[in-house]
């Protein structure tokens, strides 16, 4: 459905400006990810990056309301026709805005946990996950802006694999009866939780090329782990 909304909108200056600030938002999004990544592996001091990448989360805040405004205005003037590309953007604009927050989360566990990530079991492979959702942020924002669907798709398998990953180390986090320090154990749960999120949205974003308004945010059970 996104292809045929989006063809239809190459002409118009009001909308391909609002999706184009769609993308500057999972550009800052994909900014604090990295940022946060850089802390959790004690590469950068968070207090060098606190700073900018609050303000990163910020900024998506106020393009998000900006476009809800504009959304809203856009329809109150009489493009009733635009309807459909509206309830679009605003379904993907509020997944662009929780993943500034989660990136946010896990900049703070990054933050508050001092101590190393030692156990192999769980360590290696929410580092994997972490290295796996980066590179989602530039398809997701190329599958929406360029309505591309053979990209969504790819966008949807790899976040949904991810999913399904998070919660098999979160629910042998919470099942295993090895010792496990508790601060570690917890940071390793919340990154799952957390991963999970960023990864969720994303295939959100990428949902909306391949489904009908209705069905967006929605994929078959089993495809892609819980939310």
């Not at 896990?106 to 959702?133: C, M, N, Q, S, T």
Request: proline fraction near 4%; glycine fraction near 8%.
């Amino acid at each position: 459905m996104w292809q045929q909304i989006l063809k239809a909108l190459r002409g118009g200056d009001v909308l391909g400006e609002m999706i184009e600030q769609l993308g500057q938002m999972l550009d800052a999004g994909q900014w604090m990810f990295d940022q946060a990544a850089d802390v959790l592996t004690r590469t950068v001091d968070w207090p060098g990056v606190a700073g900018e990448l609050y303000a990163r989360d910020q900024e998506i805040n106020r393009i998000e309301q900006g476009l809800r405004e504009r959304i809203v205005t856009h329809l109150a003037v009489g493009n009733q026709n635009d309807l459909p590309a509206c309830l679009v953007l605003m379904s993907v604009v509020k997944d662009a805005e929780r993943i500034g927050d989660y990136c946010k989360n896990i900049f703070e566990v990054g933050k508050f946990y001092e101590r190393e990530y030692a156990h192999p079991h769980y360590a290696r492979p929410l580092r994997d996950v972490r290295l796996a959702v980066g590179p989602l942020f530039e398809l997701a924002r190329d599958a929406f802006v360029a309505a591309d669907t053979p990209c969504a798709r790819k966008v949807l398998d790899k976040a949904g694999g991810l999913m399904r990953t998070c919660d098999v180390l979160i629910q042998q986090l919470l099942s295993t009866s090895e010792q496990i320090p508790a601060d570690e154990a917890v940071c390793y749960v919340l990154l799952a939780r957390f991963y999970k999120r960023v990864a969720a949205h994303l295939g959100n974003i990428a949902s909306s090329v391949l489904s009908p308004v209705s069905m967006i945010d929605y994929r078959p059970v089993g495809r892609t782990g819980g939310r």
